[in-house]
């Protein structure tokens, strides 16, 4: 087997271009169900999700009760595709490159499916080599981030020459129905927020700047879980709806991860770049992995401010690591859960450029 590192340079990311205060949401979503039989039920909870969310959209637009399916998908696709050439013209410059030098594109939207397809976008509007390797991603949704890395890591494997340019969009906000009206419908609507992250993987580290070294992954499938987490669409378009039995699902995958771990690293963790999903999740999370808060702060912090971002949420808080970064040689997990109900979970290491070895 090829023994090719892969590095993971820093995110260039295209966020949410409105900041909603979860209070309006909570008050709005209590207005609109004023003789719900569970509306105190509603505003405990609502309230448990203090802070803001980024939205790619105006509130009011976000809300409307009356956008169509076709309509829906039109404002997805109007919003996600400028973002995703941003974010990917970003990262591609802050690399030091050219589109012409990537090799490989991997992509993952469960909001943004289309035909032709993100990848093929990206492809003319950059524009990227008409032989790139394309490999396009529709249906990881929160798990979409975390394997986008192990596909790329994969990639250079078997080509360890060339240049992946990974990107991940969701529009989640996209997915508020006023029709939903379950209390996990209306816990969602507060929870979602928007993203578009674009990053360079190759098997060379920046030369000037901090980057990851991807050791290790894992991809991981709870047997049984179909049910927990699923997009359905209706005559309003689509919208994501979960059972009870998801809360269940850290302490199905926290033996298996917990074993993983246990069998790649001598050490314990240093940082962690957690997809958040909710807080309780969050929490169940930090339990399973024995970190304190400070390990979890920066996905905290991402949930807090701008929201559950699907799969490109990692990518915010590996941002946000980079604001305040580990020591070189440090240890951390990068994880993703999203619907199946799987995961992916790579073991990365905090490499520096500017890190000078001391003498003995």
């Known amino acids: 087997m090829n023994a090719t590192t892969a590095y993971l340079g820093r995110p260039a990311l295209a966020r949410g271009e409105h900041l909603i205060d979860t209070a309006r949401i909570r008050e709005d979503i209590l207005d609109r169900n004023a003789d719900h039989p569970r509306r105190a039920a509603i505003g405990k ?33 109007a919003t996600l595709l400028p973002a995703a050439e941003k974010a990917a013209r970003q990262a591609i410059a802050e690399a030091g490159l050219s589109p012409g030098d990537i090799d490989c594109v991997i992509v993952s939207s469960a909001t943004g499916d289309m035909m032709p397809g993100l990848d093929v976008h990206l492809q003319q509007q950059l524009p990227l080599r008409p032989d790139v390797r394309r490999r396009p991603m529709t249906q990881l949704a929160c798990a979409g ?30 997915l508020y129905q006023d029709a939903r009206t379950a209390l996990e419908d209306q816990i969602y609507k507060a929870l979602w927020g928007d993203l578009t992250a674009a990053a360079i993987v190759s098997a060379r580290p920046h030369p000037a700047s901090p980057s990851l070294r991807i050791d290790r992954a894992l991809e991981y499938t709870i047997p049984g879980t179909l049910h927990r987490y699923r997009k359905e669409t209706d005559e309003r378009g689509d919208h994501f709806a979960s059972t009870r039995d998801s809360l269940k699902s850290v ?34 999370l930090g339990q399973a992995l024995g970190v304190d808060e400070a390990f979890l702060a920066h996905s905290r912090d991402v ?17 946000r690591t980079h604001g305040t970064p580990p020591a070189h040689g440090d240890q951390g997990l990068i994880f993703g859960l999203g619907p199946g109900v799987t995961f992916g979970a790579l073991l990365v290491t905090w490499t520096d450029p500017a890190h000078r070895p001391t003498c003995s």
Do not use: C
């Open 251 to 284: 302490s199905d995958l926290a033996p298996v991860l917990l074993g993983w771990l246990d069998r790649n690293t001598d050490r314990p963790l240093d940082f962690g770049i957690l997809h958040p999903g909710g807080p309780a999740i969050l929490t169940r």
């Open 303 to 319: 949930l807090a401010e701008e929201g559950n971002l699907g799969g490109p949420t990692i990518f915010s808080v590996l941002d």
């Open 145 to 174: 981030g975390a394997h986008v890395l192990i596909m790329a890591e994969e990639h250079l494997a078997r080509y360890p020459e060339d240049t992946v340019l990974v990107v991940v969009g969701e529009f989640l906000s996209s």
């Open 45 to 77: 909870a609502l309230a448990n999700l203090p802070g803001t969310r980024r939205y790619a959209a105006p509130y009011e637009m976000v809300t409307a009760p009356d956008r169509p399916a076709a309509q829906r998908k039109t404002d997805v696709l």
